[in-house]
């Protein structure tokens, strides 16, 4: 048995799931999988683990992830991303968000915090996904979950408004494991007491795993 780790370059539009389908015919006969999820609405690094390799699932789902997050302010969607429907907004205006308030924001910003687990994900509860409780309509009665997260690094790359004239902050943000960056933009909205939802998301690295390195 083969023992393969491939790290794929993921476009947006496609989910993690479908990269792995198009890479079985190559494996034949082997175990393959993917090792940390990405949304189709994200691009960037996906692990592929092959064969001997998909041993290694637990050990590489807990390495640091490193991601360059756009937030949008001024809106937000019932899944925090533009895959969702709006469920709050306000008018955009130029001066809605200050960037002398989202520097100091994103100085301030806890290294470490209780983060709200959220409904659209891939966490479960009674065996089922949130997001398929979500689907259903059910998720008042999934009970609120929380757990601690940890942000090694934060940076602002950008600030900019779009063609509606809302605001937008490009970050580069390196996290642990289990981190929700779709949180953290509802989170980093609410301390800006703003609506705030995930615009794009792009992972640069998993662990030594990095885009820059290939």
Not at 141 to 155: A, F, G, H, R, S
Request: net charge positive; proline share 5%.
């Amino acid at each position: 048995m083969t023992e393969d780790i491939i790290i794929v370059d993921k476009p947006t539009g496609i989910s993690s799931a479908k990269v792995v389908g198009l890479l079985k015919p190559a494996f034949k006969g082997q175990k393959i999988g993917h090792a940390g999820s990405l949304d189709p609405l994200a691009s960037g690094v996906l692990i592929i683990l092959v064969g001997k390799a998909t041993k290694r699932f637990n050990d590489i789902q807990s390495l640091s992830k490193a991601y360059l997050a756009d937030i949008v302010f001024g809106y937000t969607t019932d899944t925090l991303d533009l895959e969702g429907q709006i469920s709050q907004s306000i008018k955009p205006e130029a001066n809605l968000v200050k960037l002398s308030d989202l520097k100091q924001t994103l100085t301030n910003f806890p290294q470490t915090y209780q983060q709200t687990v959220p409904v659209y994900s891939a966490s479960k509860y009674k065996g089922k996904p949130l997001y398929k409780w979500a689907r259903q309509g059910l998720s008042e009665q999934v009970p609120i979950k929380t757990k601690e997260v940890i942000i090694y690094d934060l940076k602002l790359v950008r600030f900019y408004l779009d063609d509606k004239d809302y605001p937008h902050v490009i970050v580069k943000i390196k996290v642990g494991s289990g981190f929700y960056v779709r949180q953290f933009a509802q989170d980093l909205g609410q301390r800006l007491n703003l609506p705030a939802c995930l615009a794009g998301l792009r992972r640069t690295a998993i662990g030594p795993y990095d885009l820059e390195e290939l």
